[in-house]
């Protein structure tokens, strides 16, 4: 069965930096595309980054320059490193990892920018 757990969630000041981790069970992170979305209070969720199974990378534009996703495949971990962090990027972070049957999510980490 696959499992998803994020962590690295918190509080922090504007301009600061958090390293979201999502650790797979079940599953082989490096096989596959995986991807951060995010959900504010009263918006749909969006998507953050994904990375896929060969390296590449995609950003939203809100986020570009500021955001990287990597993975651990030691580790079975895709990790999303957050930098020059705004109060608009507060939401509950998720990892998803889509399969032709169903997509699979973690139960989201809380990021909270403000000072």
């Known amino acids: 069965q696959v499992q998803l757990v994020e962590s690295g969630g918190g509080l922090v000041q504007p301009g600061g930096s958090l390293r979201l981790s999502c650790e797979a069970s079940?599953?082989?992170?490096?096989?596959?595309?995986m991807g951060w979305y995010r959900q504010a209070p009263g918006k749909e969720r969006e998507l953050v980054a994904i990375?896929?199974?060969?390296?590449?990378?995609n950003f939203a534009d809100s986020v570009k320059g500021r955001f990287t996703i990597s993975r651990d495949n030691a580790k079975n971990t895709v990790y999303l490193q957050m930098n020059s962090l705004k109060p608009e990027d507060t939401a509950v972070y998720y990892c998803?990892?889509?399969?032709?049957?169903?997509?699979?999510w973690g139960q989201g980490t809380q990021v909270t920018v403000s000072s």
């Open positions: 990375i896929s199974s060969v390296g590449s990378t």
């Open positions: 079940g599953t082989i992170v490096s096989i596959n595309t």
């Open positions: 998803k990892l889509p399969t032709p049957s169903r997509d699979y």
